[in-house]
């Protein structure tokens, strides 16, 4: 049963234009979120996190919410650079155990330019 | 600059032979992190570690084992590869940055085993 969900294996958006990735949890324990991009036969970088006492995180172009009674959280890239096509991951975790972070399938961006 | 490395990029053992992976943090990160990446799988987390000589098993540990001996230094271990055993490896550290969490990845070690 996946504890982290991505539903949409890929995305494809115009340059410039708003990307909105979408992750869903089903452990109402999970107090910390990670978004990752990954390009091919390179590492994950990390690129933002919230934990559950907030709603919003903005990090220049990239701002995560997170909607705790829906269980829902998502990363939106504004502007979209051709640069941002990648596979992102969103990633969850407990405190309570201890930060063994649980990752989603993955959605592959393309920003079209 | 956070940096996590990996000791080699690419690795090519034979069936049986005993591996070693190692991984060293700069962040003095409590937490380190051994996952393994497949196509269609995603990343699944083989071992972690939240302090020195401390280890949790993650969703996969069955045919791995781990080191923590130092804060900055986490090894993964293969005691006896298994051609399913081939993939790419990342190791990861983390810890707690002012309400939020951080994680940062090595460059990943994709293992062959033939």
């Known amino acids: 049963d996946q504890q982290v969900k991505q539903n949409s294996p890929s995305l494809s958006v115009q340059e410039g234009r708003i990307s909105i990735l979408n992750c869903d949890y089903t452990n109402s324990m999970f107090d910390y979120f990670l978004w990752y991009k990954k390009y091919p036969a390179e590492g994950p970088t990390f690129l933002i996190s919230i934990s559950s006492i907030k709603d919003k995180n903005e990090d220049g172009r990239f701002t995560v919410f997170l909607n705790k009674s829906a269980k829902h959280l998502s990363l939106h890239i504004v502007p979209s650079q051709p640069g941002d096509s990648a596979v992102y991951f969103c990633a969850a975790s407990a405190r309570n155990y201890g930060q063994n972070f649980v990752f989603g399938p993955g959605t592959r961006l393309s920003v079209l330019p | 600059d956070v940096k996590v490395t990996q000791s080699s990029r690419y690795l090519v053992k034979r069936t049986g032979e005993k591996v070693f992976l190692e991984c060293v943090q700069d962040m003095d990160h409590e937490n380190m992190f051994w996952y393994r990446q497949d196509p269609g799988l995603g990343l699944r987390l083989i071992y972690f570690?939240?302090?020195?000589?401390?280890?949790e098993k993650g969703d996969i540990p069955e045919g791995y084992s781990v080191s923590r001996e130092k804060k900055e230094r986490f090894s993964l271990i293969l005691e006896s590869a298994s051609t399913n055993q081939t993939s790419m490896y990342l190791c990861?550290?983390?810890?707690?940055?002012?309400?939020?969490?951080?994680?940062?990845f090595g460059p990943g070690t994709r293992l062959t085993v033939t």
């Open positions: 570690s939240y302090d020195v000589k401390m280890k």
């Open positions: 990861a550290s983390g810890g707690v940055k002012g309400d939020s969490y951080e994680q940062y």
